[in-house]
């Protein structure tokens, strides 16, 4: 069983930054691909950014140059960095594993909520 923890979330103002983290423990080893998600009020979940085992990342183009996604293993943990917010980024923002990046989710943190105001 793996576990997701998130944590980071803040309400901020427009052009702020702020790093989400989300700890992970249980069988990840198995998962290759670990990525962060986000929903929005009214809309569907979207896929933010990724990073497999090799380090390769991928990102929305909506958060491409604003966004980081990186790993700590020593720490089993997984970031995300993200500079100059905008009022569109307001959303609950969720940490997943996947076998491979191509795959669909197969487990889930619970959430923290990132708030921006213009």
């Known amino acids: 069983q793996v576990q997701l923890t998130e944590s980071g979330g803040a309400s901020v103002q427009s052009g702020e930054s702020l790093r989400l983290s989300c700890a992970y423990s249980?069988?990840?080893?198995?998962?290759?691909?670990m990525g962060w998600f986000r929903q929005a009020p009214g809309k569907e979940r979207e896929r933010v950014a990724t990073?497999?085992?090799?380090?390769?990342?991928t990102y929305t183009d909506s958060v491409k140059g604003r966004f980081t996604i990186s790993q700590e293993y020593v720490k089993n943990t997984v970031y995300l960095q993200m500079d100059n917010l905008t009022p569109d980024d307001t959303a609950m923002y969720y940490c997943a594993t996947m076998r491979v990046c191509q795959l669909p989710p197969n487990f889930w943190g619970q959430g923290t909520q990132v708030t921006v105001s213009a």
């Open positions: 990073i497999d085992d090799g380090g390769d990342t």
């Open positions: 249980g069988a990840v080893y198995s998962n290759l691909c």
